[in-house]
């Protein structure tokens, strides 16, 4: 089939380090970022637009570095330079060659989308259906001793956050006492639990009766065990007194049909870096079909990355859970977010495309040095 000329092509992919400090460290079972190992990627089409996106590997969830992301976007260099600006038909693309990287593909699905939107002159969240234009953010409370736990939970909910999500490390004990902390100088914020897979089954289980016997109810507790406990999932799933949240385990819409299959969850956890946009979108599908609770969350993304993830929730609409907060936790980002932020509140802008600008014309030269793939 011959392609329109109207349709503009793919002229340029590149990209540079994206290594944000952050000022509190991002604590979870299996690893502590205390600086990002991201990529700020830059597609641009033969018309001139361009369109950014981020890539945000995690080692230990998803099996990514930096090496091998930058391995990856070489590849996706070669394989779309050229091709027509057809969104589908490039993940396809990318599928067929690199599906294995997630992050990259979705930092350049994203810079590819942000592209053609721009091309519209339309923003993101109006081109993903325009459902609304506005997201209320939970805020991460990471392992970190009980008193700074303390403190950091009462300066967010001071801030007007309503919902605290507190990471847990798979020592019931310890868990417990900072949950328990957490609650005393917030008791009117609702609580999420995020052990990223670091509970036994029944050990999960037996925190939760212990935090109901306590008068502590958390609203939802993502991901207790191990992604390929499918067993453990569906066990705690049938038992559990609060809602059980699948992320880790699914990463395809394949994994989704499973958790509905099995009821091995009340609620899955979307995340582009895991799952790219078209995959992202029929996990929805499937999830809303079987009536299940959405969320939408990030790995640790700078504005550029989170702006992504709103425009996305936003704009398909029907997410329960909101977990947008990375950015919070950063010094020297050199993005400012395509959102404005009133508390908990992210209200998203009008402007074409993801809306996020660079902060400073320091940052403008700072950028000028665009790794060549």
């Known amino acids: 089939m011959g392609c329109d000329a109207s349709v503009p092509k793919i002229a340029d992919l590149t990209w540079q380090p994206l ?65 027509p600006a057809r969104w589908r038909h490039c993940v396809k693309l990318l599928n067929e060659q690199i599906q294995a990287q997630k992050a990259a593909c979705a930092a350049v699905e994203v810079a590819l989308l942000e592209a053609l939107a721009k091309r519209q002159g339309i923003p993101l969240w109006l081109w993903f259906g325009g459902s609304t234009d506005e997201l209320e953010t939970d805020v991460t409370v990471p392992i970190m001793p009980l008193e700074e736990a303390k403190n950091f939970a009462a300066n967010f909910v001071s801030r007007g956050f309503r919902r605290l999500k507190l990471k847990l490390s798979g020592n019931l004990e310890t868990d417990e006492a900072r949950i328990v902390a957490v609650h005393e100088v917030a008791p009117h914020a609702e609580l999420q639990l995020d052990a990223n897979q670091a509970y036994k089954p029944t050990q999960a289980l037996k925190l939760l009766n212990r935090l109901e016997r306590l008068g502590i109810t958390p609203i939802l507790f993502e991901q207790p065990v191990p992604k390929d406990d499918w067993d453990g999932m569906r066990w705690l799933t049938q038992r559990s007194p609060v809602p059980i949240c699948a992320d880790e385990s699914v990463v395809t819409a394949s994994d989704a049909l499973r958790v509905v299959r099995e009821g091995a969850a009340h609620a899955i956890n979307i995340k582009i870096m895991k799952s790219g946009i078209a995959e992202s979108l029929r996990i929805i599908a499937i999830a809303q079909t079987a009536h299940l609770q959405l969320m939408v969350g990030a790995m640790v993304e700078t504005e550029l990355g989170l702006t992504a993830a709103a425009h996305f929730a936003a704009g398909t609409g029907g997410f329960d859970f909101v977990d947008l907060d990375t950015h ?33 014309a320091k940052r403008t030269d700072e950028a000028s040095s665009i790794k060549e793939g």
Request: no cysteine.
């Open 19 to 83: 290594q944000v400090p952050l000022h509190t460290p991002f604590a979870i079972s299996s690893e502590t970022t205390t600086v990002t190992d991201n990529f700020w990627v830059k597609l641009k089409l033969d018309d001139g637009t361009e369109g950014w996106g981020e890539a945000a590997p995690s080692p230990t969830l998803m099996g990514e570095t930096a090496k091998t992301v930058e391995a990856a976007l070489q590849e996706a260099k070669s394989i779309l330079l050229g091709q």
């Open 328 to 360: 919070l936790f950063m010094e020297g980002s050199p993005f400012s977010a395509g959102f404005k932020e009133d508390g908990a509140l992210l209200r998203l802008q009008n402007s074409p495309g993801l809306g996020v600008k660079l902060r400073s």
